[in-house]
């Protein structure tokens, strides 16, 4: 599995799969809404100084993560759209991933990261609070009904 840039080829197949994965655990698909940055990535995250990746098989995306920066305190991210395909699951994938959109974030010199959520994602928020995200409140997403905070501190990047 390899981690790279999203680009416009990509559009498609990322929505598809957060559409997939939003589905099955019951949430639902907001194209002109929640998820309309998905379909938007230009200018929903390159715009404003963040960053949308794939996570790419040797044959198909199988997953998708972002983050973008907001007005939630000083030099303050938010990460977004992390979703793996049913297939890539517990395999540490998503640990994985965590730790290099972290690791990407102090790189730009941020140092605090929100994440909203919703409880029936029982994976992604063992992960967060296993990663030492701690709850939070300012839920902005209707469908999300978790908020998590974490201040990073400074960490070698190898």
Same mark, same amino acid.
């Given at each position: 599995?390899?981690?790279?840039? *999203? ?21 639902? *698909?907001? =194209? ?8 938007? !990535? ?15 098989? =040797? ?9 973008? =920066? !907001? =007005?939630?305190?000083?030099?303050? !991210? ?68 978790? !908020? ?11």
């Amino acid at each position: 599995m390899i981690i790279r840039s *999203w680009q416009p080829p990509d559009r498609q197949e990322a929505a598809e799969i957060i559409h997939t994965v939003l589905t099955e655990y019951g949430l639902g *698909w907001e =194209p002109q809404g929640a998820d309309r940055d998905v379909l938007e !990535v230009e200018f929903a995250y390159w715009q404003i100084g963040g960053e949308f990746w794939v996570v790419e098989s =040797p044959d198909k995306l199988v997953g998708t993560a972002a983050y973008y =920066p !907001v =007005p939630r305190g000083e030099k303050t !991210v938010e990460i977004r759209k992390m979703y793996l395909l049913p297939q890539v699951r517990g395999q540490g994938l998503g640990r994985w991933l965590l730790q290099r959109l972290e690791e990407a974030i102090i790189q730009r010199g941020y140092g605090e990261i929100w994440v909203e959520t919703a409880s029936v994602l029982k994976e992604a928020v063992c992960l967060y609070e296993n990663s030492g995200y701690l709850p939070a409140t300012g839920i902005e997403t209707e469908r999300c009904d978790l !908020v998590y905070c974490k201040i990073l501190q400074a960490m070698k990047i190898h």
